[in-house]
């Protein structure tokens, strides 16, 4: 149960403010209609988040754990640096 509340603490706090959040905002200002914008955020977001689990859990077999570490922690800062520099 511990892993439950980590994930569901670190992806809560991590999506929020996020240009996700703000593309569900600007949509449902747009259409003011909430329950279709809604529901298509939170399914898209529970896709993106299986596809990230399934491809963690395949990686975590092939990989070792440091190793995952170090490569994510190196895709996050390479994108920060390009998205600095206008490049995304």
Do not use: H, N
């Amino acid at each position: 149960m511990k892993v439950f509340w980590v994930t569901l603490v670190t992806v809560f706090l991590a999506e929020l403010g996020d240009k996700t959040q703000l593309a569900a905002l600007m949509l449902a200002a747009r259409e003011k209609r909430f329950l279709p914008v809604f529901l298509g955020a939170a399914l898209a977001l529970v896709l993106a988040s299986a596809v990230g689990v399934a491809a963690g859990r395949l990686l975590g077999d092939l990989l070792p754990v440091k190793l995952l570490r170090l490569l994510s922690g190196t895709i996050f800062i390479l994108l920060g640096i390009l998205i600095l520099w206008g490049k995304m």
